[in-house]
């Protein structure tokens, strides 16, 4: 196995990569990032030293909310992890963050492989048992021991990756402690046509699965992200790794994509608590105007709001006002809401799920 190398993001961040063996195309790996959270404890508050003085006692350093914390993330479509805000959300708090750059995307990208191609979406059941055997998290190691690990385990998905681990989580049930779902893409943008469409894809995918689909990207979603980006706080980009327009949809992966939505709306099983964070509104990109800047362009997100009841029997559904598509690269004011909204959702389970 590799060592953890220093990642392209720098500062904190390590990169580890998966050996996952070889197809048609060659090597296949997946990629795991780390950052850990920093030294030492938090210090008490002003007021707890001075309540201690008073009373004659030592104040101990607090425990950071999410210590014994691990938490996985995992991309959408045309895209791979470069958000260094979100992973010190959670190291800040001392929770350990991975992210996986699946097989295929980003760092895991080969010379000579279809960029994002897959047939079947449980194939990444292989990318992600090789992260969490890395994490500590093995789900062949904790089997229907939940408590196998002392260390609790978020999943946290965005869009195709949120479709992604909420089928893993619901296989799997006795592995995440949490699921945190960025937008999610649990039900195809023209849902009242899925069951048309589905056979048509199912055929091509039988036929000619690499056929390409026309590309309808038109680059707004990237120019929005520009739009909404703070100028002293810029989010570096690797665009070979998310380009603009986005990658070729082939039709193998658009009936894996497909199936995906299937299960969903036959209801799954995740048997602990979801978070899904979703904008206020869609708003179709068919042209550039302000909008596109305060909206989800890429879903419809009343569908995936109700889709998402779906998923398990305990489902917290937060809209964000003016919010993109990845809320967490949204104008600030939506992005700090989006962030206020997760670590409140964060603290309560944290509380309930240690007994607090």
Not at 292 to 310: C, N, P, Q, W
Request: net charge negative.
């Amino acid at each position: 196995m590799t060592d953890w190398l220093p990642d392209v993001l720098g500062d904190e961040f390590e990169q580890l990569t998966l050996p996952l063996g070889t197809d048609a195309e060659g090597d296949v790996v997946a990629t795991l990032v780390r950052a850990l959270p920093g030294p030492g404890a938090p210090q008490p508050s002003a007021w707890k030293r001075f309540v201690a003085r008073l009373q004659g006692r030592a104040v101990e350093p607090e425990t950071p909310l999410l210590d014994g914390v691990d938490v996985l993330y995992v991309h959408g479509w045309s895209d791979y992890f470069f958000q260094k805000r979100l992973a010190r959300f959670w190291t800040s708090r001392g929770a350990r963050f991975f992210a996986l750059d699946l097989r295929k995307y980003g760092r895991s990208l080969r010379d000579g492989q279809t960029p994002g191609y897959i047939a079947n979406l449980t194939t990444y059941d292989e990318d992600i048992e090789a992260a969490l055997h890395e994490m500590g998290h093995s789900s062949k190691e904790r089997g229907a021991d939940a408590a196998a690990s002392a260390r609790r385990l978020v999943l946290l998905g965005h869009s195709t990756g949120g479709l992604v681990l909420s089928l893993w989580a619901s296989r799997h049930p006795n592995v995440a402690d949490a699921v945190i779902l960025n937008s999610p893409w649990l039900e195809l943008q023209l849902a009242a046509l899925r069951a048309a469409i589905a056979p048509v894809v199912e055929l091509q995918a039988r036929l000619r699965p690499m056929e390409v689909a026309p590309q309808i990207d038109l680059g707004f979603y990237a120019r929005a992200q520009t739009e909404a980006a703070v100028a002293d706080d810029v989010v570096e980009i690797n665009h070979a790794w998310r380009p603009v327009p986005s990658m070729s949809v082939h039709a193998g992966w658009l009936h894996a994509i497909l199936n995906g939505h299937r299960v969903v709306a036959g209801g799954l099983k995740i048997p602990v608590p979801v978070c899904v964070l979703l904008s206020a509104r869609s708003v179709a990109p068919t042209r550039w105007s302000d909008e596109l800047v305060a909206a989800d362009t890429v879903l419809v997100v009343d569908d995936i709001a109700e889709r998402a009841l779906k998923l398990g029997s305990s489902v917290t559904i937060e809209r964000v006002d003016g919010a993109l598509h990845d809320v967490f690269l949204s104008r600030k004011d939506a992005r700090d809401d989006a962030y206020a909204r997760l670590e409140r959702w964060v603290t309560g389970w944290a509380a309930s799920s240690t007994g607090s």
